[in-house]
């Protein structure tokens, strides 16, 4: 799915995207590039959360969504974030960033 997302974040938005896989890559990867968005999904397995990079990110200046394939009632530690359910489409992600789709 990350493969398809990222595509989709490439091709349909315009956006150049750096994929990671787990919490460590992915606190690494903020460490060492700025970035001006992140989409990150909140349950990385293994009890892992991308809850406080997502926090420290937004702290740096980050628009920060995150994705879960649960429901905002069940998620109270994000309260202040954007929260895109899973499954969710491209245009959804555009949406949450307000962003414009540059392709069909």
């Known amino acids: 799915m990350a493969l398809d997302v990222e595509d ?3 091709s ?5 995207v750096h994929t990671v896989h787990n919490l ?8 060492r590039h700025e970035f001006d968005y992140a989409l990150l999904d909140l349950n990385l397995g293994n009890g892992e959360r991308s809850t406080d990079l997502g926090l420290a990110l937004a702290d740096r200046g980050v ?10 009632n069940e998620i109270r530690e994000i309260d202040d974030f954007l929260l895109i359910e899973k499954p969710f489409r491209i245009s ?3 949406q949450a960033f307000d962003l ?5």
């Open 100 to 104: 414009p789709v540059t392709r069909n």
């Open 92 to 94: 959804d992600v555009a």
């Open 24 to 31: 460590s890559a992915a606190t690494a990867a903020a460490q």
């Open 12 to 16: 349909e938005l315009g956006l150049q």
């Open 8 to 10: 989709g974040l490439t």
């Open 63 to 72: 628009h920060v969504v995150f994705a879960s394939g649960y429901n905002r």
